[in-house]
């Protein structure tokens, strides 16, 4: 490193107190320095930069604790090309240094600093591949940032071919491979691996990585002895060679996989002496550097106690793991690295084999790093990964406080145990929607002209245009340019300079409490096993129960037989309806219908499907005496405990034709509109008119919003609205809006695929996700009259109560007031569902003089909707999204 070559610049003392005279005392916040109206560098700017840079690459120990306020002591930002380059290596030694000692949070800002910097500066120094993307890209791999980390190790490939760096290459897959490891792509790691091989050179020793790489491959997929071969291949690669630097951290690596590969085949005194060798080397030869694979090694060796059962040594194992990543005592349990949660495990497995009350305390303690960790994460795929992750520790942790629940007799004991289930839960669910909605209210800070604002109005544009292509090269070309768009967004939007906390146990119990005195809340989490656990909140006393998975085996084909395309099953037998339906509830809800008539319900799993106020008790649904309405996490619920009203127009979108398309006419939808129309402040878009483009305004403006139109739940892109052109979860993607609701009057807006710990991929949690408190859905293909009816229903009683979780339970108990008993059929009534924050919403009337207008048009479609609910029930069914087309 050239701009790094040490001088001797005279007594440090002196050179201190010129710095601190040059301080700039008011910059607050990590950035880089502002320009100083020089044409050229200053001889002391440039003294600073080298002295900082001595500092910054051989005393790290000065600085690493507080790197913002080590590189505020640069006066200026530097304006030759000579400076500039100076800067970008301190910039990067800052980073580098705080990788080593194990601040990976802190080193990523720093190197994305530094490449933000030398693309901006248009610098050819430092070189980007070996000393930006290389060591970002690993970084992300780390904190679990995996989409990430693919781009930008795709980018360093593609340049250093570009380049004809060839040599650069065995490495540079090497990366790309451990990070599909981290995904989970085993044929794409080995082929990453194989490419590297291709470009090693005779006695290169990055061939002894990419076997290590290759032998982890095979062991997570059982291959045992193909994975013992290639790490014995690794291993003798190193054999002769002087172990320093970067091999001998690639030896110790190699040693560690070979322990892991041991104690797979239960051989432990083999695992524990390849451990304890590769322990010796990183403490011997690196006694300050390298503290998060020191912190594996030792995490690695804790297991290998544990499984020997030696509980005294796995426990000091374990806490030495997290010394390492926190030597501070202050914060011993919060540290954003999945090593990290893992030792906290591996100290709740070993406490509860010992039976201490310490073990409960771990177990919640890594679920609460775990999520912390989490926050680090942009990219939607990795969320679903580590969601996916997560739920194993979960099952085990609710498992043990189970256990404890059901033996206590204490009262405050039990209470304690419920509240700490329901903590767990919910921290465990959402957690990708809980970061794009925080996504979202950072965009809503940005102006018209800033660069994020183009940057996503330019990402909706491709994406549009993406849709359109017909020329499969220019839709590969689009996506393309998407990836890397959305990549220099995520960059743009200084995700590490925002400030990540631990999550907040204390305020979480008393949100949960101020809302029980009004609310029953009751959270579920399913088990791999398919049992369920539920905890019940009601005026600040909590219960919990365990439902066996044999209790819950015949859901699935109760939903699919009464919830499916048509309500044949329920009219042939109601009375076996009522009977089963009892029967979940009494499962589900033992308390159903009791304390409060108001429930909110955090779903997990299948039950994100079932619309509970068609469940059963005491011989009526569950909807005519509560108001039921579900969250994704009552996390979300914390945020706004009483929300201020709302007062706002209503945009109405609706599209009953649908000719050439291959769907239903919707013959009812413009009753919906006429009505709507006719009461309230709206702007009403009829078919041609009901474009996407006004649909993205509306949310633009922050209007309630009303949509009756076609929905797709299985496309093959995803859930999307029909419009002039599909509204797809992608083109939803980069929106910010502050509509307080959404009603999607369609087929299926809440149905998706179903993520572990994220609920249902659906155009109901994209809305949430972008800013709207709650929105209005339906679960299964719904009856277009019915729903029109609904509609009005839930308009007349939002009009009445403000709230809308209320006027949705208003309007279905109206219904089935007046309905024929064959037409109370749940198929017709229960498929719409509120999901969110239920904030009080009053829309603003129609003027006097517009009402007149419409009176008319009213009165049709209102004696039209009479006269269909009184009519006979046996007509043509009309729906909304037919399969049959």
């Keep these: 490193m050239a701009a790094l070559v040490k001088t001797a610049l005279g007594c440090f003392a002196l050179w201190v107190g010129l710095l601190m005279g040059c301080r700039d005392t008011k910059r607050d916040t990590l950035q880089a320095p502002h320009a100083a109206d020089v044409a050229v560098d200053t001889l002391v700017l440039l003294r600073q930069l080298e002295q900082l840079g001595n500092i910054a690459y051989d005393h790290p120990e000065r600085f690493v604790h507080n790197p913002d306020s080590f590189i505020k002591l640069l006066a200026a930002e530097p304006t030759t090309a000579e400076g500039k380059e100076m800067y970008a290596w301190l910039l990067l030694n800052i980073g580098y240094a705080l990788r080593e000692n194990g601040n990976i949070l802190a080193s990523v800002r720093y190197y994305e600093l530094a490449m933000d910097y030398c693309i901006t500066s248009r610098l050819d120094d430092p070189d980007f591949v070996l000393y930006i993307a290389k060591p970002l890209g690993n970084l992300y791999t780390q904190i679990g940032d995996l989409q990430k980390a693919l781009h930008i190790h795709q980018r360093a490939i593609d340049l250093s071919k570009a380049r004809q760096n060839l040599q650069y290459l065995p490495a540079l897959y090497g990366n790309m491979a451990i990070t599909y490891q981290q995904i989970g792509w085993p044929d794409s790691l080995r082929a990453a691996c194989t490419h590297g091989l291709l470009y090693v050179r005779e006695n290169d020793i990055h061939a002894a990585l990419l076997y290590n790489t290759l032998a982890r491959s095979h062991q997570e997929v059982d291959q045992l002895d193909s994975a013992a071969y290639y790490n014995e291949l690794a291993l003798s690669l190193f054999s002769g060679r002087p172990l320093q630097g970067d091999t001998l951290i690639w030896y110790t690596a190699a040693l560690h996989q070979q322990s892991f590969l041991a104690g797979e085949r239960r051989q432990l005194p083999k695992a524990l002496q390849a451990i304890n060798q590769a322990l010796a080397l990183a403490e011997t030869h690196l006694p300050n550097g390298k503290q998060r694979e020191k912190a594996k090694y030792y995490y690695t060796r804790g297991n290998l106690h544990f499984l020997c059962q030696r509980p005294f040594d796995a426990i000091q194992d374990f806490q030495k793991t997290l010394f390492l990543f926190s030597p501070d005592p202050r914060s011993p349990h919060s540290f954003p690295d999945y090593t990290f949660t893992e030792a906290l495990w591996g100290l709740a497995r070993t406490h509860a084999l010992q039976q201490s009350d310490s073990a409960a305390h771990y177990y919640v303690k890594a679920i609460e790093n775990a999520y912390y960790s989490q926050q680090l994460i942009a990219s939607s795929a990795s969320h679903y990964q580590n969601s996916a992750w997560n739920r194993k520790l979960l099952h085990e942790a609710m498992a043990h406080l189970w256990q404890r629940y059901e033996r206590t007799s204490d009262y405050t004991t039990s209470q304690s145990l419920a509240m700490l289930m329901l903590w767990i839960t919910e921290l465990s669910k959402g957690r990708q929607l809980h970061q794009e909605i925080n996504r979202s209210n950072q965009w809503a800070q940005d102006s018209v002209s800033s660069v994020r604002q183009r940057q996503r109005q330019r990402l909706q544009y491709l994406l549009q245009a993406q849709t359109m292509a017909g020329n499969p090269q220019e839709k590969l070309r689009l996506q393309q340019e998407v990836e890397q768009l959305a990549f220099e967004l995520q960059l743009a939007e200084n995700h590490f300079d925002q400030s990540f906390a631990p999550p907040d146990f204390d305020a979480f119990t008393t949100s949960i409490t101020a809302r029980s005195d009004s609310a029953t809340l009751v959270s579920y989490f399913i088990d791999s096993g398919g049992g369920a656990y539920y905890t019940a909140t009601v005026r600040g006393q909590s219960v ?205 807006t809440a149905s998706g695929q179903l993520l572990p710990g994220e609920g249902v991929e659906s155009l109901n949690k994209t809305f949430l996700s972008k800013g709207i408190h709650s929105v209005i859905a339906s679960y299964w293909t719904v009856d277009d009259q019915t729903t029109a009816a609904l509609a009005q229903l839930f308009y007349d009683a939002l009009a009445e109560t403000g709230q809308p979780a209320q006027a949705l339970a208003i309007a279905k108990r109206r219904y089935l007031a007046t309905s024929p008993p064959l037409l109370q059929n749940p198929w017709y009534w229960a498929s719409l569902q509120l999901t969110g924050i239920d904030s009080p919403i009053y829309l603003e009337p129609r003027r006097a003089w517009a009402i007149w207008s419409y009176w008319t048009l009213g009165i049709v479609a209102f004696g039209a909707l009479l006269w269909w609910l009184v009519r006979a029930p046996k007509r043509r069914l009309q729906c909304k999204n037919d399969k049959t087309y």
């Design 544 to 748: 919990a129960n365990h439902i066996p998975a044999a209790s819950l085996s015949d859901l699935p084909h109760f939903m699919e037989t009464y919830f499916g395309y048509s309500p044949t099953a329920y009219d042939n037998d109601p009375l076996k309806y009522q009977t089963t339906a009892s029967a979940i509830a009494n499962l589900l809800l033992p308390t159903a219908g009791g304390a409060t008539c108001r429930m909110i319900v955090s779903p997990d799993g299948p039950l994100f499907t079932l619309p509970f106020d068609a469940l059963v008790k005491d011989g009526h649904f569950l909807g005519e005496r509560n108001t039921i309405n579900y969250t994704y996490t009552f996390l979300l619920n914390m945020q706004e405990h009483s929300p201020s009203p709302r007062h706002t127009s209503i945009a109405v979108l609706a599209k009953q034709d649908y000719q050439g398309t291959g769907l239903r006419d919707l013959h009812f939808v413009s009753h919906e509109a006429a009505y709507l129309a006719t009461h309230f402040n709206a702007d009403t878009y009829l078919d041609d008119a009901a474009t996407d483009s006004v649909f993205f305004e509306a949310l633009a403006n922050g209007q309630f919003i009303h949509v009756a139109a076609h929905a797709i739940a299985d496309g093959v892109g995803g859930p999307y609205l029909v419009l002039d052109h599909p509204v797809t979860l992608d083109k939803l993607q980069y929106i910010h809006t502050s509509s307080p609701l959404i009603f999607l009057s369609a087929c299926q």
